[in-house]
């Protein structure tokens, strides 16, 4: 894939909404939403596009996306509820999340989006916490928070209420699975309300969504990416903090684990983390013992700039304008299930960059296979 251009500028009211909308169309994750915004250079331009490139692909159905009216309605909604959007071509976009390969293109946001910005720590665990978890996680939420460290959990019962709770007076982010406007579990009604007014909450769903399973990974992701470190409390060997935990090293964030007692299930998850290399936390200066001896400082730097979203070179010659069926079938022949890097199925199928990112493309939006983070993809299950 070409580089993108490293500078940023804000969008357009306009642009934000053909972005909002872009984001909300069938088959287009974010992955593929920034590859389309690079060779194309606009999401107007990319939406006109999408129908020929899925057909390309194999698919036969128009994709599903929604229409101005309908985005403009959701965005006015959204204000009018005091919230806004950030995209990733927005200098506020959170600079830590921004460095990851599939950060949400857009978000809705309540509250102090510059807060995402700050040295960031996730603690996540169990729902159905012990009442000596929860208490830790919320002093260990509240001690960090004192240390100048914000800290980001995805709003659900157990662990995540407690560190929100902790971390309220200095500073907390809440990620939610669902619509912004949908309050999940409805017990944390008056929690969300006080996160609204002092910290921030995040969702990358349309408004209305309910939450529902495949929805949290999602969300697992943007909490990981907001921060520099994952601090796991209590989580059985099934829970989705361990998949936050897993997201968070693949994106080269520090994972930690408060240990627990071996024959108590809710402490399996986070045994079983220390024992595969995570830093055992005892308290918040083990935290930032670890943060610190990283990079000399209390501070990362991104892994990369975030990117901008310019108009492409006139001089596009990298890009094929067809790609054979042929090619296509080499493709799919050498996928699986299994995902495998882009490089490895660039040396597999003896093809250029250009062309085979253009068949990747095609075949993403026709719905045959899946992207991951990492530069990975597979076959769609």
């Keep these: 894939m070409q580089e993108q251009k490293l500078?940023?500028?804000?969008?357009?009211?306009?642009?934000?909404?053909?972005w909002l909308?872009?984001?909300?169309?069938?088959?287009?994750?974010?992955?593929?939403?920034?590859?389309?915004?690079?060779?194309?250079?606009?999401?107007?331009k990319a939406l006109d596009a999408l129908p020929e490139l899925s057909r390309?692909?194999?698919r036969t159905k128009p994709l599903k996306a929604p229409d101005l009216s309908t985005i403009e309605k959701e965005y006015e909604s959204l204000r009018e509820m005091g919230g806004d959007i950030v995209t990733a071509a927005c200098p506020a976009y959170?600079?830590?999340?921004?460095?990851?390969?599939?950060?949400?293109?857009?978000?809705?946001?309540?509250?102090?989006?510059?807060?995402?910005?700050?040295n960031c720590i996730a603690i996540v665990g169990a729902r159905n916490a012990s009442l000596n978890g929860r208490k830790f996680a919320q002093k260990l939420a509240g001690d960090l928070g004192r240390l100048d460290q914000t800290i980001v959990s995805g709003l659900a019962r157990g662990i995540d209420t407690a560190a929100h709770k902790g971390s309220l007076s200095t500073g907390t982010i809440a990620v939610v699975a669902g619509g912004i406007d949908v309050i999940y579990p409805q017990e944390n009604l008056a929690l969300f309300e006080e996160i609204k007014e002092r910290g921030l909450i995040l969702a990358e769903s349309p408004l209305g969504t309910q939450p529902i399973a495949r929805h949290f990974p999602k969300r697992n992701r943007i909490v990981s990416g907001l921060?520099?470190?994952?601090?796991?409390?209590?989580a059985t060997m099934r829970s989705g903090s361990l998949i936050t935990a897993r997201?968070?090293?693949?994106?080269?964030?520090?994972?930690?684990?408060?240990?627990?007692?071996?024959l108590d299930p809710r402490a399996q998850g986070s045994n079983h983390l220390i024992r595969e290399g995570a830093t055992?936390?005892?308290?918040?200066?083990?935290?930032l013992e670890i943060i610190r001896s990283f990079s000399g400082n209390s501070l990362r730097e991104p892994f990369h700039p975030l990117p901008s979203f310019t108009q492409p070179a006139a001089n596009d010659e990298d890009e094929p304008e067809d790609i054979t069926e042929k090619a296509r079938d080499r493709v799919l022949e050498n996928l699986s299930f299994t995902p495998v890097t882009v490089d490895e199925l660039l040396r597999s199928c003896h093809m250029t960059i250009p062309v085979l990112q253009t068949v990747l493309l095609e075949l993403d939006l026709a719905g045959r296979i899946k992207r991951e983070a990492g530069g990975r993809v597979s076959l769609l299950d």
Excluded at 255 to 261: C, L, N
Excluded at 280 to 287: E, H, I, K, P, S
């Design 21 to 44: 909308r872009l984001s909300r169309t069938e088959n287009v994750g974010p992955i593929t939403f920034y590859r389309l915004i690079e060779r194309f250079g606009s999401a107007e």
């Design 7 to 18: 500078k940023n500028h804000p969008l357009s009211e306009s642009d934000k909404l053909d």
């Design 227 to 234: 921060s520099r470190a994952c601090v796991v409390i209590e």
């Design 56 to 58: 390309r692909g194999g």
């Design 280 to 287: 055992l936390v005892r308290n918040a200066d083990d935290v």
């Design 94 to 118: 959170p600079l830590a999340l921004g460095a990851t390969d599939d950060a949400a293109p857009v978000l809705s946001c309540f509250g102090n989006i510059q807060m995402a910005n700050k």
């Design 247 to 262: 997201m968070a090293g693949e994106q080269g964030r520090d994972v930690m684990a408060v240990p627990g007692h071996p």
